[in-house]
C-alpha cells in the first residue's frame, strides 16, 4: 500500500546514509553514523526507524516509488496501450533509483534474508499496489491480487536482471521486460479465449464464481495479509 511521504529529518537520514550503504550495507551501524551526520539523536533515529537498517531500506524503497509516481504522473498515458503503460511504469521505477545501483543491490541482499523476506514482499507488492492505482485499477474481485501478484513477479524478476545487466542504456533489460509483460498478455488473452469457447466456457464458471465473491482490502490490510506494507 502507499507509504508516508518522507518526514525532513527521515529524509536527511536516508541522504546521509545512502553513502555508507554503498561500502557497509543497510546495517544499525551505518543508520547510527547516518543520523549522527544528519544531527538527529539516536533515540529520535529509533523512533523514526523501529527495526533499524531493515525500516531504513524500506525507507529508500518507499522513496524510489514516490519517484516514480512522479515521472508517471507526468506522462501522457492515453496514447498508450495498456500494456505499455504498465511496462513504461516498471522502466521508471528502475530508473528513478539509477544513481543508487548499488544500494539496490545491499537491499536486494538484505531482503533475501530468511527473517527480511515478508519485508522485502511487502515492499514490491506496495510497488505494484501503486502502479496499478496510478493506471486507474479498480477492480475488487480476486483480480486484484492476482494483478499485484502478477506485476510483483515482473518487476522482481526485471529488477535482478536489471542489476547485472551491462548493455548500453540498459536496453537488454527494457527488452527483457517487455517480454515479461507479453508473456502475461498472452495469459489474458488466453483466458478471455476460454471464456469466450463454449466448451470451455464452463470450466471458468466455478473459479470466476469463486473470484466474484473475493473483495479488495479497502484499508490497509494487517501484517499478515497480502498487500500490507509496514510504514517506515
Given at each position: 500500500m502507499t507509504s508516508q511521504p518522507e518526514t525532513p529529518a527521515k529524509a536527511a537520514i536516508l541522504d546521509a546514509a545512502l553513502p555508507h550503504v554503498a561500502f557497509d550495507g543497510w546495517s544499525d551501524e551505518a543508520l547510527t553514523r547516518a543520523a549522527g551526520e544528519a544531527g538527529v539523536s539516536a533515540g529520535e533515529a529509533r523512533a523514526l526507524f523501529p527495526r533499524g537498517a531493515v525500516d531504513l531500506a524500506l525507507a529508500f524503497h518507499a522513496r524510489g516509488d514516490a519517484k516514480m509516481l512522479e515521472a508517471?504522473?507526468?506522462?501522457?498515458?492515453?496514447?498508450?496501450?495498456?500494456?505499455?503503460?504498465?511496462?513504461?511504469?516498471?522502466?521508471?521505477?528502475?530508473?528513478?533509483?539509477?544513481?543508487?545501483?548499488?544500494?539496490?543491490?545491499?537491499?536486494?541482499?538484505?531482503?533475501?534474508?530468511?527473517?527480511?523476506?515478508?519485508?522485502g514482499a511487502g515492499a514490491v507488492w506496495g510497488t505494484a499496489d501503486a502502479i496499478w492505482r496510478a493506471?486507474?485499477?479498480t477492480s475488487e474481485d480476486l483480480n486484484w491480487y492476482s494483478k499485484?501478484?502478477?506485476?510483483?513477479?515482473?518487476?522482481?524478476?526485471?529488477?535482478?536482471?536489471?542489476?547485472?545487466?551491462?548493455?548500453?542504456?540498459?536496453?537488454?533489460?527494457?527488452?527483457?521486460?517487455?517480454?515479461?509483460?507479453?508473456?502475461?498478455?498472452?495469459?489474458?488473452?488466453?483466458?478471455?479465449?476460454?471464456?469466450?469457447?463454449?466448451?470451455?466456457?464452463?470450466?471458468?464458471?466455478?473459479?470466476?464464481?469463486?473470484?466474484?465473491?473475493?473483495?479488495?482490502?479497502?484499508?490497509?490490510?494487517?501484517?499478515?495479509?497480502?498487500?500490507?506494507?509496514?510504514?517506515?
Open positions: 508517471l504522473g507526468a506522462v501522457e498515458l492515453e496514447a498508450m496501450r495498456f500494456s505499455e503503460r504498465v511496462a513504461h511504469a516498471v522502466r521508471l521505477r528502475l530508473e528513478a533509483i539509477e544513481g543508487d545501483r548499488e544500494a539496490v543491490r545491499r537491499a536486494a541482499s538484505l531482503f533475501a534474508l530468511p527473517q527480511n523476506a515478508a519485508a493506471l486507474g485499477d499485484r501478484a502478477t506485476l510483483s513477479a515482473v518487476y522482481s524478476a526485471t529488477l535482478l536482471y536489471w542489476l547485472g545487466d551491462q548493455s548500453e542504456g540498459h536496453e537488454a533489460t527494457w527488452a527483457f521486460l517487455d517480454r515479461r509483460i507479453d508473456d502475461v498478455m498472452r495469459i489474458e488473452k488466453l483466458k478471455a479465449g476460454l471464456r469466450k469457447n463454449p466448451l470451455t466456457k464452463g470450466l471458468m464458471a466455478g473459479p470466476e464464481w469463486l473470484a466474484a465473491r473475493v473483495r479488495a482490502p479497502r484499508s490497509t490490510p494487517p501484517a499478515d495479509m497480502p498487500g500490507h506494507v509496514s510504514k517506515p
